[in-house]
């Protein structure tokens, strides 16, 4: 294993799933006390068992104080203590192997070195996951970043580590009531004046808040829906938290093969704004009228399911919304397995292609058209619906780009479409000049072709060969990631935005290019940018053209959710039927291109 994985490893361990938020027991007007100390707080809610509610008794609920400076003192040094030993855990291994090798004269076969190393990846792994499972924090997010980059870390750190995913220990469940009732309710009101039903076990437990099934009362509308709730007191704990990633960032910096202190710096802008759920129902309206609307603004079929905020039952720590019926994508594959599809099935595959261009075409448009986007994106955070959608929750973390970075960026996609080959002079030119626009910085020793390299190893994940001869992988010593000197914080998330889906094309093994795809609505964005005026006669025509599309989309979605509910062998002929169309559309566009 080389420094750079050793050293990525570690540095994840102190840094992304679901919900996700904080707040202490105090008003926003209070000023928060100087000293750790308990706070108390009465309320008239008890549960029954059956998770209907009542008000018989009124309990004495806890809150959990903030973090004193103690406290985070000994949190970094805990961090530090367990971080330091994994790495050094590899030398160690590195140095004993050399030593054997050199008294025995004979060297360990591939097979022999592979046995050896996976044995110390998951030693490495479960202390790993320990020492996550005593933080927790925002160390849950860094087993979040690992469990999703399966082309980047080892399978045992991947496996291990994908449980933190979507679940941490979650809350009593008076605790949480506790919440809502202070947090909520209007002078005068009661729980059950707003639920009917509240479901004790949560739907999932994060790092930030919780997510329970309720049901409203008739006086609310009566429907299902889903109640995240912040933990008390978390923001100090997580704050602390990411100070210590950006510090061993710092540190490491030599040896990584990205610019981890910026990226650090900037989740920990975002981070803040995850404190206020007010502003997280906002912009899940903002992104919500984004995807359903086209480029004329005409109603349009969403490529993904985004739920909806209960007006009137938003607060800065409580928030009420549509009840989305799934599992997110971190469990899909046991799902899946419960209803006899196999990961190489036809129903499998094309799930996979609908992933990836439900994932591509919501995240194109939201980059593209208004700069204003998800930021949050993991298998947590991906929900599988019982339909066959995809729906996408936890909007805590978005992401505003300036009009010059979403125009630039714009431009990449179409200089990327429009090249006429990997190593054309000219194409790598222009794509490298629009990547140093966009505030890319590489060493000043790096190769002419380094900033094109960058760019299509960012957003082309088809590409075989990577101009200058560097590597495609991240951690190859030859990869055009070494050269990267710092990255525009405006964009960081817009390359995990990237990353998340070139990822899962790779676990897929779907060549996938985001440029390809993302092209035609740069063309058009750059198009209005430019003010053309339209012509009536052709508006008319666009506006037919754009209600069939709406048409044949609905109509595609009906056949789609129909699909699932037919017999499995039934199900399986169709959707290999389906898989055979799809891929002869997609060689046939290839030659075309070719």
């Given at each position: 294993?080389?420094?750079?994985?050793?050293?990525?490893?570690?540095?994840?361990?102190?840094?992304?799933?679901?919900?996700?938020?904080?707040?202490?027991?105090?008003?926003?007007?209070?000023?928060?006390?100087?000293?750790?100390?308990?706070?108390?707080?009465?309320?008239?809610?008890?549960?029954?068992?059956?998770?209907?509610?009542?008000?018989?008794?009124?309990?004495?609920?806890?809150?959990?104080?903030?973090?004193?400076?103690?406290?985070?003192?000994?949190?970094?040094?805990?961090?530090?203590?367990?971080?330091?030993?994994?790495?050094?855990?590899?030398?160690?291994?590195?140095?004993?192997?050399?030593?054997?090798?050199?008294?025995?004269?004979?060297?360990?076969?591939?097979?022999?070195?592979?046995?050896?190393?996976?044995?110390?990846?998951?030693?490495?792994?479960?202390?790993?996951?320990?020492?996550?499972?005593?933080?927790?924090?925002?160390?849950?997010?860094?087993?979040?970043?690992?469990?999703?980059?399966?082309?980047?870390?080892?399978?045992?750190?991947?496996?291990?580590?994908?449980?933190?995913?979507?679940?941490?220990?979650?809350?009593?469940?008076?605790?949480?009531?506790?919440?809502?009732?202070?947090?909520?309710?209007?002078?005068?009101?009661?729980?059950?004046?707003?639920?009917?039903?509240?479901?004790?076990?949560?739907?999932?437990?994060?790092?930030?808040?919780?997510?329970?099934?309720?049901?409203?009362?008739?006086?609310?509308?009566?429907?299902?829906?889903?109640?995240?709730?912040?933990?008390?007191?978390?923001?100090?704990?997580?704050?602390?938290?990411?100070?210590?990633?950006?510090?061993?960032?710092?540190?490491?910096?030599?040896?990584?093969?990205?610019?981890?202190?910026?990226?650090?710096?900037?989740?920990?802008?975002?981070?803040?704004?995850?404190?206020?759920?007010?502003?997280?129902?906002?912009?899940?309206?903002?992104?919500?009228?984004?995807?359903?609307?086209?480029?004329?603004?005409?109603?349009?079929?969403?490529?993904?399911?985004?739920?909806?905020?209960?007006?009137?039952?938003?607060?800065?720590?409580?928030?009420?919304?549509?009840?989305?019926?799934?599992?997110?994508?971190?469990?899909?594959?046991?799902?899946?397995?419960?209803?006899?599809?196999?990961?190489?099935?036809?129903?499998?595959?094309?799930?996979?292609?609908?992933?990836?261009?439900?994932?591509?075409?919501?995240?194109?448009?939201?980059?593209?058209?208004?700069?204003?986007?998800?930021?949050?994106?993991?298998?947590?955070?991906?929900?599988?619906?019982?339909?066959?959608?995809?729906?996408?929750?936890?909007?805590?973390?978005?992401?505003?780009?300036?009009?010059?970075?979403?125009?630039?960026?714009?431009?990449?996609?179409?200089?990327?479409?429009?090249?006429?080959?990997?190593?054309?002079?000219?194409?790598?030119?222009?794509?490298?000049?629009?990547?140093?626009?966009?505030?890319?910085?590489?060493?000043?020793?790096?190769?002419?072709?380094?900033?094109?390299?960058?760019?299509?190893?960012?957003?082309?994940?088809?590409?075989?060969?990577?101009?200058?001869?560097?590597?495609?992988?991240?951690?190859?010593?030859?990869?055009?990631?070494?050269?990267?000197?710092?990255?525009?914080?405006?964009?960081?998330?817009?390359?995990?935005?990237?990353?998340?889906?070139?990822?899962?094309?790779?676990?897929?093994?779907?060549?996938?290019?985001?440029?390809?795809?993302?092209?035609?609505?740069?063309?058009?964005?750059?198009?209005?940018?430019?003010?053309?005026?339209?012509?009536?006669?052709?508006?008319?025509?666009?506006?037919?053209?754009?209600?069939?599309?709406?048409?044949?989309?609905?109509?595609?979605?009906?056949?789609?959710?129909?699909?699932?509910?037919?017999?499995?062998?039934?199900?399986?002929?169709?959707?290999?039927l389906a898989l055979k169309v799809q891929k002869r559309r997609e060689a046939r566009e290839t030659k075309k291109e070719d």
């Amino acid at each position: 294993m080389k420094l750079s994985n050793l050293t990525l490893v570690a540095l994840l361990l102190v840094s992304k799933n679901c919900p996700s938020v904080a707040f202490t027991s105090l008003r926003p007007s209070e000023k928060a006390p100087t000293t750790a100390t308990t706070r108390t707080f009465s309320i008239e809610v008890s549960s029954s068992s059956n998770g209907s509610t009542a008000n018989d008794d009124i309990p004495t609920i806890e809150f959990p104080p903030p973090l004193s400076t103690v406290d985070r003192l000994k949190r970094a040094g805990e961090f530090w203590s367990s971080a330091v030993p994994i790495v050094l855990s590899y030398y160690s291994k590195s140095a004993e192997l050399q030593l054997k090798e050199a008294f025995s004269g004979e060297s360990l076969t591939e097979a022999e070195k592979t046995i050896i190393w996976n044995e110390q990846n998951q030693k490495g792994a479960t202390k790993l996951a320990a020492t996550i499972t005593s933080l927790k924090g925002f160390y849950v997010k860094a087993a979040q970043i690992i469990a999703s980059r399966g082309d980047l870390f080892p399978a045992e750190y991947t496996e291990t580590l994908s449980a933190f995913t979507d679940n941490v220990d979650p809350l009593p469940v008076a605790l949480i009531k506790a919440v809502v009732v202070k947090e909520l309710l209007n002078r005068g009101e009661k729980f059950e004046d707003i639920f009917s039903e509240f479901d004790e076990e949560p739907l999932g437990a994060a790092s930030i808040a919780q997510v329970h099934r309720a049901v409203l009362t008739e006086k609310y509308g009566g429907k299902e829906v889903a109640v995240k709730i912040q933990r008390p007191s978390i923001e100090s704990k997580l704050m602390g938290d990411i100070a210590n990633l950006k510090a061993l960032a710092k540190t490491f910096s030599d040896a990584l093969p990205l610019d981890y202190y910026t990226v650090f710096t900037e989740l920990e802008a975002q981070l803040q704004d995850e404190f206020d759920f007010v502003a997280e129902a906002v912009a899940m309206d903002r992104i919500y009228d984004c995807v359903t609307k086209d480029e004329n603004g005409f109603p349009c079929e969403s490529p993904i399911v985004i739920p909806r905020p209960v007006a009137g039952l938003v607060c800065k720590r409580v928030l009420v919304m549509d009840y989305l019926k799934g599992v997110p994508l971190s469990r899909a594959g046991e799902e899946m397995l419960k209803k006899g599809i196999t990961p190489d099935s036809p129903e499998a595959q094309l799930f996979g292609r609908r992933l990836l261009r439900s994932l591509t075409d919501v995240f194109g448009r939201c980059i593209l058209e208004t700069g204003f986007f998800h930021a949050d994106p993991h298998p947590g955070n991906i929900f599988v619906l019982e339909d066959g959608r995809i729906g996408l929750i936890d909007f805590g973390q978005v992401k505003q780009i300036s009009g010059r970075a979403r125009e630039t960026l714009a431009k990449v996609m179409v200089a990327l479409d429009d090249r006429q080959s990997d190593s054309n002079p000219s194409d790598l030119e222009t794509i490298g000049t629009l990547a140093l626009e966009l505030g890319v910085k590489l060493n000043e020793n790096s190769q002419q072709e380094a900033p094109a390299a960058v760019a299509m190893w960012l957003f082309d994940g088809s590409v075989e060969h990577l101009p200058g001869g560097y590597d495609k992988g991240e951690l190859s010593p030859n990869s055009p990631v070494k050269e990267l000197k710092s990255f525009p914080q405006d964009l960081v998330l817009v390359g995990r935005s990237s990353i998340l889906i070139k990822g899962l094309s790779n676990r897929l093994q779907i060549p996938w290019s985001l440029s390809k795809e993302w092209a035609p609505t740069a063309r058009r964005v750059l198009e209005g940018n430019k003010g053309i005026p339209s012509v009536k006669k052709e508006v008319v025509y666009i506006r037919m053209r754009d209600v069939i599309a709406l048409f044949k989309t609905w109509g595609k979605g009906k056949v789609s959710r129909g699909v699932t509910r037919l017999p499995p062998s039934m199900r399986t002929r169709v959707a290999g039927l389906a898989l055979k169309v799809q891929k002869r559309r997609e060689a046939r566009e290839t030659k075309k291109e070719d």
